[in-house]
């Protein structure tokens, strides 16, 4: 929607003004009004993409970090799925959350948390285990 890329653009306004080490975590409520583009009446809790909610308030290094976690997790549930189709569900259904994380607050739910947690346990546990 245009809000939501409206939030997004007031996003990207604080990671270019804050990109090293963001506002700080927890901040975003009180960095965006701030950066709030012009024609965009309410105040955002989130920004809406867990990646740029991320950039804001960690800074760009943090969803890199997460970014590059998350592929070892997928590669790794995909390579084993080839032999567990357990696992490839899990790594499909742990990429379907990251997917989802760039259009939502996703992470910010903890029930959503505690499961992509322990998919992605579930999927790096060591052949033997």
Same mark, same amino acid.
């Given at each position: 929607s245009d809000t939501r890329l409206k939030i997004w653009r007031g996003s990207a306004d604080i990671i270019a003004h804050n990109p090293v080490i963001g506002t700080g975590i927890g901040t975003f409520v009180w960095a965006f009004p701030r !950066?709030?583009? +012009? $024609?965009?009446?309410?105040? +955002? &809790?989130? +920004?809406? &993409?867990? !990646?740029?909610h991320m950039a804001s308030e960690i800074g760009v290094l943090a969803p890199v970090i997460m970014i590059w976690i998350f592929a070892v997790v997928i590669g790794t549930g995909l390579r084993k799925g080839i032999s567990d189709p357990v696992i490839l569900g899990l790594a499909i259904g742990f990429l379907s959350l990251c997917?989802? $994380?760039l259009v939502d607050f996703n992470f910010h739910i903890p029930a959503n948390m505690i499961l992509f947690t322990v998919w992605a346990a579930i999927i790096m546990r060591p052949e033997d285990a």
């Open positions: !950066y709030r583009p +012009a $024609g965009l009446d309410l105040q +955002a &809790n989130s +920004a809406h &993409n867990d !990646y740029l997917m989802h $994380g």
